[in-house]
């Protein structure tokens, strides 16, 4: 179904299809991209799985959408569907480029696009699935990737470990594979995302104690993001008499969500498990401390986040989470899955809060200085470059 906002006759206009899985990547991540490529002379349709923010997208931006159902799991009888859907799409809008990112989308619209000869094909890469897999299932994402980066003409990866990691896998040739700089497929709003007052209400309401510092966890609950690791490390935290409480904020719709949360629940009022939340940041504005225990990323926006907020962060050296602190300088760096490092560092934060707040000092210049939108959207489209603006 093709639904449009306010456009001049697409026809008159190259045109640029951007996609995703779901459209909620679109509404909270590509709008800068969606502006500059109109920026630059194209007519923008955004394709995507059917939702309200599909259509608030077109409407707010005045862009034509499409939606187009997609599965974010394998599923060979839906993903042919969709992939003879996107034949259609390609055919009926002849775009000159094709902008995808999420795993699905790109893989269906970048081998659609490739069979139809869309000259640009560019494939924003933001994390491995593969990493952490094992067996069938691992070899069967890799066949993916593999496709996927065989029908783009460029991969864009938003972080330099993301790239290396990339090319050790030998998932693409070296001359289609760059990155955005520094890294991030979007950057920050450091003025959305700024340092803020507590609200004590949202405090209360969650029982959270002011007198006792906060840890806090923004992300998926799943296996993916460390909380293993996390769960052991409060225990150890516990044991070596520190005080703190622990604060989970997200999605829960993951295979194993449930028993991550049944754990945390069951572990004391020194515990608070929130779910999904339209704006993160009244619950970054509780924290003292950001942790990010993750065992794969592309670049986790949620580290710009919490630093754009002024939080410090600690993280692992897993892929693209290496990338998002400076260790020492704007949060530690800890091995994955290592609950004791995890424990220590997090320990040397909490007893010395001068430091920790120094750091999250730090943390904010570095995003204000290095990952405002426009710039870092413009190292991923690299427009400007030989033969890539519109005809």
């Not at 060979?76 to 996107?86: G, I």
């Not at 760059?178 to 949202?202: A, E, I, N």
């Not at 945390?264 to 509780?286: C, E, H, I, N, Q």
Request: with cysteine; aromatic share 4%; hydrophobic share 40%.
């Amino acid at each position: 179904m093709m639904r449009q906002g306010t456009w001049t006759n697409h026809r008159t206009k190259p045109v640029a299809v951007v996609t995703s899985t779901i459209p909620i990547t679109i509404d909270k991540f590509l709008r800068e991209l969606i502006r500059q490529v109109k920026a630059e002379g194209y007519d923008v349709c955004v394709v995507s799985s059917p939702a309200a923010e599909l259509d608030r997208v077109g409407d707010e931006m005045g862009i034509r959408v499409r939606s187009l159902p997609m599965t974010r799991e394998v599923s060979p009888k839906a993903d042919l569907v969709a992939l003879v859907q996107w034949l259609r799409v390609c055919v009926a809008e002849r775009p000159s480029l094709v902008i995808s990112a999420t795993p699905k989308a790109s893989l269906l619209s970048l081998l659609a696009g490739k069979a139809t000869r869309v000259h640009r094909r560019l494939y924003i890469m933001v994390g491995l699935r593969l990493e952490g897999e094992q067996g069938a299932r691992r070899q069967l994402l890799w066949i993916m990737e593999r496709l996927t980066s065989w029908a783009s003409t460029e991969i864009v990866a938003n972080s330099p470990s993301l790239a290396a990691r990339y090319a050790e896998q030998r998932l693409a040739p070296q001359h289609k594979l760059r990155q955005t700089r520094p890294g991030s497929s979007h950057g920050v709003d450091s003025d959305h995302f700024s340092p803020r007052l507590p609200d004590l209400k949202l405090a209360d309401a969650l029982g959270i104690d002011r007198s006792i510092p906060v840890v806090g966890l923004v992300g998926r609950l799943t296996h993916d993001k460390g909380v293993d690791a996390l769960i052991n490390t409060m225990g150890l935290l516990r044991a070596d008499g520190i005080s703190c409480q622990l604060l989970v904020v997200g999605a829960q719709d993951e295979s194993d969500s449930v028993v991550y949360l049944d754990t945390l629940t069951s572990m004391g009022d020194r515990v608070v498990v929130v779910g999904a939340v339209d704006d993160v940041r009244p619950y970054f504005a509780l924290m003292d401390v950001h942790v990010l225990p993750s065992l794969r990323e592309g670049f986790p926006n949620v580290v710009l986040e919490a630093s754009a907020m002024g939080l410090p962060t600690v993280t692992t050296d897993a892929t693209g989470a290496i990338d998002s602190v400076r260790d020492g300088e704007t949060g530690l760096i800890v091995k994955t899955q290592d609950p004791r490092g995890l424990a220590d560092a997090m320990k040397t934060l909490l007893r010395d809060p001068n430091r920790a707040s120094q750091y999250g000092v730090e943390a904010r210049k570095w995003v204000i200085d290095d990952f405002r939108p426009e710039a870092v959207v413009r190292t991923l489209l690299a427009f400007g470059e030989s033969g890539l603006r519109p005809s």
